[in-house]
């Protein structure tokens, strides 16, 4: 079993799926089908016995499920025999926690907060970096990676290389971002010209995630703001301010979503129509869609 895992795993790649986590799971599959001695068609009851063999959660038994049902409708090809686990027969396998949206007061004051660290450079790069996130809805992961490079404040352009899934990205900004940008880059370049990295600390190294999750954590428990506050959540409120200008501008939402699914580097556009159901109003959008599709087809 082992060589089918590796086989599918280079072939996932070459396709350009990283499956650093899945990969390790599926190689200790693939090692404990082999070591039982199993020798015929992978079977639904191996995969459960395997993904339930941990002291986790129920749904780090699904994650692991998930995993192998993959490999399982990969391995059927060639092996007509080969059982595929039944979807969702151990509960769901993630769970997407209800979004924070920050008010317009909410990231001015995180702004504010961030021009008051301390040393040097630090509190321009930490306004600078927190609001492209709220302007732009980027991943903090790509914001991090960005080189100098990467910023056109000329042309207005953010080039995103290699972001999620290996998908590379223009992002064209709006001109008070591209201003930002060009205030903060005259700075750095100034003080540390040459860092490759376009944020930078007050060494002139480039930011590390946990540093920054840490700061801030830091900024919102001085304010106020409780644990549902993340970093992540500056890139929802774009998603959703996007979506709501959209609907009380009377445009189609739907005719609109694939821009806003491909700006934010999305590979599906359902993972963009999540985000109808992140505040009551959208899920009030959402309600008038469905009602809109029942009359059409139902009469």
Not at 12 to 32: I, P, S
Not at 66 to 73: L, M
Not at 286 to 292: I, Q, V, W
């Amino acid at each position: 079993m082992i060589r089918e895992a590796e086989r599918y795993l280079e072939m996932r790649r070459k396709l350009g799926y990283a499956l650093t986590v899945q990969g390790r799971q599926l190689l200790r599959f693939a090692h404990y089908v082999d070591e039982m001695g199993h020798k015929g068609p992978l079977t639904a009851e191996i995969a459960l016995t395997w993904a339930q063999a941990t002291s986790a959660t129920s749904m780090h038994h699904a994650r692991r499920l998930d995993v192998v049902r993959q490999f399982a409708r990969y391995m059927k090809l060639s092996v007509p025999e080969t059982e595929i686990p039944q979807e969702g027969i151990l509960g769901p396998s993630c769970r997407r926690m209800a979004p924070r949206i920050y008010s317009e007061q909410e990231i001015q004051a995180l702004i504010a907060a961030c021009r008051r660290l301390i040393p040097g450079i630090r509190p321009h790069t930490y306004a600078t970096l927190f609001g492209l996130l709220a302007c732009t809805g980027m991943r903090i992961s790509e914001a991090l990676h960005l080189c100098v490079d990467d910023v056109d404040v000329e042309r207005g352009v953010i080039t995103i290389m290699e972001g999620k899934f290996h998908k590379s990205r223009l992002l064209p900004l709006h001109p008070s971002c591209t201003e930002a940008l060009s205030a903060y880059r005259e700075l750095r370049d100034r003080r540390r010209p040459a860092a490759r990295a376009f944020f930078v600390t007050h060494y002139g190294t480039s930011l590390k995630y946990l540093k920054v999750r840490l700061t801030f954590r830091g900024i919102a428990g001085s304010l106020g703001w409780g644990k549902d506050a993340r970093i992540h959540g500056l890139r929802h409120t774009f998603a959703v301010r996007k979506l709501l200008q959209w609907h009380r501008n009377g445009e189609d939402v739907d005719r609109h979503i694939g821009q806003l699914s491909t700006y934010l580097g999305h590979c599906r556009v359902q993972d963009t129509y999540w985000y109808l159901s992140a505040v009551p109003e959208l899920m009030g959008i959402a309600a008038e869609r469905f009602e809109r599709y029942a009359e059409v087809h139902h009469g």
